[in-house]
């Protein structure tokens, strides 16, 4: 009667997964397969610590190639910026001139300086020519400032407020021409501002209005050129 009572009791006390051998083993499946888990997540984070540890030992390298490559890169670009407008200067002012650019990096910026050569002499840009030099500059500076914008969220289009204004009425048309043909080449849309005569505009420009004052307000001409005559014959 005893014994009968014992069995009862172990039984009663028993863990139900441990009553059979089945059981057992298909909790050791259980545990072997989370062994390998983590084993091969371990062996995953060892191959990444092993990596960022052999990229901060040349992280150092990496970043000076990179700020020299930064450099050439902008020496490049300072370059062309140089030789353009200083094409851009002796076709519309007809001199010798040559634009400079001179860059100095602090705190890992650029800041650059432009001055102007005539015949290896340092000219002052705002003084040079009443002014005209540093209008054909900022036109320049200003397309090239434009190009590095994100075309998805910046329409290209560039509004110059009477651009022309230091300049001799004869030098007028060499500038329309150099804002016109960097405009198609760079895909910008131009609109120009001047208080110069139309005629001096038809030859390049597609669309002229002339704006005149009246006591009745602003009257508005659309002026209809030469060229835009031949070309609708």
Not at 19 to 37: D, F, G, N
Not at 104 to 126: L, P, Y
Not at 188 to 207: K, L, N
């Amino acid at each position: 009667m005893n014994g009968d009572m014992t069995s009862q009791t172990d039984a009663a006390t028993t863990p139900a997964e441990l009553r059979t051998p089945l059981s057992l083993q298909r909790r050791c499946w259980e545990l072997s397969a989370v062994r390998k888990q983590k084993e091969k997540d371990q062996a995953q984070l060892n191959q990444q610590l092993q990596q960022t540890e052999a990229y901060l030992a040349i992280s150092e390298q990496v970043t000076e190639a990179l700020e020299t490559l930064s450099g050439q890169l902008f020496e490049q670009e300072l370059q062309m910026i140089q030789d353009k407008l200083t094409i851009a200067l002796q076709e519309v002012l007809e001199q010798p001139l040559k634009l400079k650019a001179v860059a100095e990096w602090k705190r890992n910026a650029a800041t650059v300086e432009f001055q102007i050569e005539r015949e290896g002499n340092t000219e002052d840009i705002m003084r040079g020519q009443g002014g005209s030099v540093a209008n054909i500059l900022s036109v320049g500076l200003r397309m090239f400032a434009l190009m590095t914008l994100d075309e998805t969220e910046h329409r290209r289009i560039l509004v110059l407020d009477e651009q022309d204004c230091w300049l001799r009425p004869d030098l007028v048309p060499r500038l329309v021409k150099i804002i016109h043909e960097a405009g198609q080449a760079l895909g910008f849309q131009i609109i120009m501002i001047s208080h110069h005569d139309p005629v001096m505009f038809e030859r390049y420009a597609d669309t002229i209005f002339q704006f005149t004052p009246s006591p009745e307000g602003v009257q508005v001409e659309r002026i209809v050129t030469d060229r835009q005559q031949n070309d609708s014959t």
